[in-house]
């Protein structure tokens, strides 16, 4: 089984709006309306790879009610701890014509100590089940930055497998927990890490930086694949997968998209090269599509061949 832990549940509505400008009045001409939240969006996907996931963390109010309901009716299982204060709605507004998206993202319900315990509880409970555990997305308000890193401890010591997607102080208290995979993209890497990326050889010393944090493997999304470091029969492995870039209708969500398939792959036992292909395959698949974590597994495994995995090394000067 794996666990998807969503503290900060949504109901995400997307609306397309060509030629959208600020101040004036639009008319939409598609939209949707979905749950959400980081840890939600992995789920939905990895549920359409056919891999077994529950998904979990806190919902509240009738929007609480909303996702939950949404989330059964795409058969995705759910165990979430109700909370008092009712659960965030997200809105963003995506372009057609230039692809830009504006996100408007509410801050979420503030969570209490009772509340964040009976999760505790709720989570080392299903972990006892578990291969792998997902810790994605923001925190709600009370939450101590921490969280995240605490939980890794307590649910590593079951011999559940931890992956992080996060960012800001929860990412860097997650990755001093020495969980087993932390995926940032580019952005969040930078802040992580304390300096910006010039080009690809930054990028892969970044990846080196993070396990030195205390990340076990690291994978850096970026548009066009990741860069990562794995550990492969030979030791650490650092490597370079690319797809050529899709003409995309939708690019938000395709981070999730990734990490579901590099986490469906790995349930099932495939090399580290292997994990990293089909994590950008499905990331790539995800952008032909109209809300996040929705992908066609058949198109997945069609543009799987077009996904190289170049293994690379450190610059002599820093290996």
Do not use: W
Request: glycine share 10%; aromatic share 4%; net charge negative.
């Amino acid at each position: 089984m794996i666990i998807t832990v969503t503290l900060n549940t949504a109901i995400d509505k997307t609306l397309e709006v060509p030629n959208f400008r600020i101040g004036r009045r639009h008319r939409s001409v598609d939209q949707t309306t979905m749950p959400g939240g980081k840890g939600v969006n992995v789920a939905r996907a990895i549920k359409r790879l056919g891999r077994p996931v529950i998904a979990t963390g806190f919902a509240g109010g009738a929007t609480g009610t909303r996702i939950v309901e949404a989330l059964t009716a795409e058969s995705v299982l759910t165990d979430f701890v109700r909370i008092g204060e009712e659960s965030r709605t997200n809105t963003a507004v995506l372009d057609p014509t230039t692809g830009v998206q504006t996100e408007i993202n509410e801050r979420g319900p503030a969570v209490t100590e009772r509340e964040m315990e009976l999760f505790r509880d709720k989570l080392l409970y299903l972990a006892q089940g578990a291969d792998i555990c997902v810790f994605a997305g923001s925190l709600p308000r009370n939450v101590d930055p921490d969280v995240y890193g605490a939980l890794i401890k307590e649910v590593r010591k079951l011999g559940v497998t931890t992956i992080v997607d996060t960012d800001g102080e929860p990412l860097r208290h997650a990755v001093r927990a020495e969980p087993d995979v932390v995926s940032p993209n580019v952005i969040e890497a930078e802040e992580l890490v304390g300096h910006e990326f010039n080009d690809d050889e930054d990028r892969t010393l970044a990846v080196a930086e993070i396990i030195q944090l205390g990340a076990r493997e690291a994978i850096m999304t970026v548009p066009d694949g990741c860069f990562a470091q794995v550990h492969s029969d030979g030791g650490p492995q650092l490597y370079r997968v690319r797809v050529e870039q899709q003409e995309a209708r939708a690019a938000v969500g395709s981070g999730d998209a990734f990490l579901a398939g590099y986490v469906a792959c790995r349930y099932t036992g495939g090399s580290p090269e292997e994990c990293l292909r089909f994590g950008v395959a499905c990331g790539a698949e995800s952008t032909q599509h109209f809300g996040a974590g929705v992908i066609d597994p058949h198109s997945v495994e069609r543009l799987l061949g077009a996904v190289e995995a170049i293994p690379v090394s450190l610059p002599a000067e820093v290996s």
